[in-house]
């Protein structure tokens, strides 16, 4: 690679906040921003299971700290922000990573379940968002936004109707943001996976069901986390300078699949 192609991908001097970091995704992206020279936040309800990842991130030369947020609590959000910034300054890179899901049939979910879902999923990821860029457009200073979404939000699938819509919104939000901040400098965009294997849906992916959605998959297989390595970046960095209001989609042809 070029230096002037690694400068492109480089996120020296930049700060970032990931969403969720206390979770498998979460985590690899604040490792691959923190591996890039972000200065990383990690953010998430459950700080304890964070501090051994910035520990890590710390030993191997990089910046990080750990901040106790609840995304689906204004005050929440705006008090980590402000301890992430006390720490590094302004955040230019905001990973709205939180997520939950709440499966099952639609006849049989509870207004409290779907709400829950859409006060995570969407109403977090706009409340740091707004929050982060109130503060980016009184310092004048650009970012970028990375939604982390799904092809749920693109395509339907069953026993999850809640969390597919709420990632069908984050999507339209993300155009709605993109359109609304570029004239502050601010890109927006989402990053939309299929199937990621974690230690969470091993298990799953390993029984008769979970083999039927597998070959339902393009290339017959399930992602690895370190495949949305190359996306995130593209969307954090100036590799992605003039990207804004998309949903770039990395599921192994998933979508694509025939009827």
Avoid: C
Avoid at 27 to 39: H, I, K, N, Y
Avoid at 222 to 233: M, V
């Amino acid at each position: 690679m070029t230096p002037e192609l690694a400068a492109k991908f480089s996120l020296a001097g930049r700060a970032a906040i990931v969403t969720g970091a206390s979770g498998a995704l979460g985590a690899r992206f604040a490792a691959v921003l923190a591996g890039a020279g972000a200065s990383v936040a990690l953010a998430a309800r459950r700080t304890g299971q964070m501090t051994a990842l910035r520990d890590e991130i710390l030993a191997r030369g990089g910046r990080a700290v750990v901040v106790g947020m609840d995304v689906t609590d204004t005050n929440s959000v705006v008090a980590g922000l402000a301890e992430a910034e006390a720490a590094f300054g302004p955040i230019d890179i905001v990973v709205n990573n939180s997520g939950v899901a709440e499966p099952g049939a639609a006849l049989d979910q509870s207004d409290e379940d779907w709400a829950r879902v859409f006060s995570v999923n969407l109403d977090g990821a706009r409340r740091l968002s707004v929050a982060a860029v109130r503060r980016l457009v009184a310092a004048k200073k650009p970012g970028s936004i990375v939604n982390v979404a799904s092809i749920l939000g693109l395509r339907q699938g069953a026993g999850v109707t809640a969390y597919a819509t709420s990632k069908a919104a984050l999507i339209q939000m993300t155009r709605q943001h993109a359109l609304e901040w570029a004239r502050h400098g601010v890109r927006v965009n989402a990053l939309a996976p299929g199937y990621i294997e974690t230690d969470i849906n091993r298990d799953f992916f390993a029984t008769e069901a979970g083999q039927a959605q597998i070959r339902r998959i393009t290339q017959r297989r399930l992602g690895r986390p370190e495949e949305l390595d190359g996306a995130l970046l593209l969307l954090a960095s100036d590799a992605g300078s003039f990207m804004t209001g998309t949903a770039l989609v990395v599921d192994g042809g998933h979508l694509v699949s025939p009827l």
